[in-house]
């Protein structure tokens, strides 16, 4: 699978991904920190208020992907 970190690309198996989803989830406490679409994912550092938060998780999810949030 293919993911975006900062402004690269890099392949890596969804193990790895999983792993880095963790190291991920530790770094923002409130806010989105992955977003997911097939084999596609994109680590992003959007610390957001709950009521952007949960608007900008509606606003993902309608374009089809599956969204890692902690606290919203």
Same mark, same amino acid.
């Not at 989803?21 to 770094?27: D, G, R, T, Y």
């Not at 608007?55 to 309608?62: D, G, I, Y």
């Not at 969204?67 to 902690?70: A, D, L, P, Q």
């Given at each position: 699978m293919k993911v975006k970190v900062a402004n690269k690309i890099y392949r890596m198996t969804r193990k790895e991904f999983e792993g880095l #989803? $963790?190291? !991920? !989830?530790? %770094?923002v406490? @409130?806010?989105i920190y992955a977003i997911l679409k097939g084999d596609y994912a994109e680590l992003m550092n959007e610390k957001t208020t709950v009521t952007q938060g949960k !608007? #900008?998780? @509606? %606003? #993902? $999810?309608?374009q089809g992907f599956k969204?890692?949030?902690?606290g919203i």
């Open positions: #989803l $963790k190291v !991920a !989830a530790e %770094q406490p @409130r806010g !608007a #900008l998780t @509606r %606003q #993902l $999810k309608a969204v890692y949030s902690n």
